[in-house]
């Protein structure tokens, strides 16, 4: 019993600073809050579930975006018709205890959900979110974890699955979009110019 309440400690102490960066991530994977707000918590749940294959000295952060994403991709392949991928193959039930942790997890989760990520959707400009959220969501998703993340180019090629050419050229083509859209923005704003 003293190893499940060392490991949902550690867990606790490693991964919850992150779940407004994962709320934040959901949203605009789904664009619904009470399905965001599952989606991070199905994802905390694997996480802790998975807690004992995250390696030590490695980035928390990344591990936990990875889950997130593949829980999206498993979760919402149909609507959104995204490639298919399988995660988590093979795995054995819970046990009784592990079963009571995550439900301990899960009511911890919800209660901060409910209180810290309510606000994340004012951060932006309506239409500053929208360049964001219009941009394809392999372009949106490189972005956010590139730049409001501050990720890696290496966490996101393994997050994403892809290489980091890969990661590097999304990069490239997504700010050259929002670029785009936010220089029309800026005009309808009149930051600029209307007759350059």
């Known amino acids: 019993m003293r190893d499940d ?5 550690e867990f606790e102490e490693l ?24 989606l991070v918590q199905e994802t905390y749940l694997k996480a802790y579930r998975f807690f004992s294959t995250f390696q ?4 928390i952060k990344a591990w ?28 054995e039930t819970l046990s009784t205890e592990q079963t009571t942790a995550q439900e301990d997890i ?17 951060l932006m400009e309506d239409d500053i979110k929208h360049a964001i959220e219009s941009l394809p969501l392999e372009y949106r998703e490189a972005i956010l974890l590139s730049d409001v993340e ?12 892809v290489p980091v050419g890969t990661v590097k050229s999304r990069l490239n ?20 110019d209307r007759r350059k």
């Open 5 to 9: 309440d060392n490991k949902r400690k």
């Open 15 to 38: 991964a919850m600073p992150h779940i407004d960066a994962l709320y934040s991530m959901a949203l605009r994977y789904i664009f619904n809050k009470e399905e965001a707000e599952d």
């Open 56 to 59: 030590q000295g490695t980035n």
């Open 64 to 91: 936990l975006f990875k889950i997130l994403r593949n829980t999206f991709i498993n979760k919402y392949r149909k609507a959104t018709n995204m490639p298919g991928e399988v995660l988590y193959e093979g795995l």
């Open 106 to 122: 899960s009511g911890k989760l919800t209660d901060t959900l409910a209180t810290r990520c309510n606000n994340v959707s004012n």
């Open 150 to 161: 501050e990720l890696s180019y290496k966490d996101i090629s393994e997050i994403a699955n």
């Open 173 to 192: 083509r997504g700010r050259k979009l929002l670029q785009k859209s936010l220089w029309e923005y800026a005009k309808d704003r009149g930051f600029i």
